[in-house]
């Protein structure tokens, strides 16, 4: 079993900043790649961030500039930091984690629980 906590969502006024974690544990061999992804209500899940084991981030355009992912590799964590937040960045945020849970298993998605964000002022 793998199990993902996410922290680190709230209220938070237009131009302000938040850092979201998420960490997992568990049965894990190895991770190929750590994300973000994001729901706004009546919208479709959408990628914000992701980091694979070779480090190379990759953004959404929307978020570009703004956001940064980074990676705990001892601690199996995945942090975003998210400045400048923007009314439309409002959604549920979800970390999601591509990874082998025993030697010579298959790789799977892994998704955490998800946590509020709202900009508004």
């Known amino acids: 079993q793998v199990q993902l906590v996410e922290s680190g969502g709230g209220l938070v006024q237009p131009g302000g900043s938040l850092r979201l974690s998420c960490a997992a544990s568990?049965?894990?061999?190895?991770?190929?790649?750590m994300g973000w992804y994001r729901q706004a209500p009546g919208k479709e899940r959408e990628f914000v961030a992701t980091?694979?084991?070779?480090?190379?981030?990759n953004y959404a355009t929307s978020v570009k500039g703004r956001f940064t992912i980074s990676r705990d590799n001892a601690k199996n964590t995945v942090y975003l930091q998210m400045n400048d937040l923007k009314p439309e960045d409002t959604a549920v945020y979800y970390c999601?984690?591509?990874?082998?849970?025993?030697?010579?298993?298959?790789?799977?998605?892994?998704w955490g629980p998800g946590t509020q964000v709202t900009v508004s002022s």
């Open positions: 999601n984690f591509r990874l082998r849970p025993y030697i010579g298993y298959a790789v799977h998605d892994y």
């Open positions: 568990g049965s894990i061999f190895s991770i190929n790649a």
């Open positions: 980091i694979p084991s070779s480090g190379e981030t």
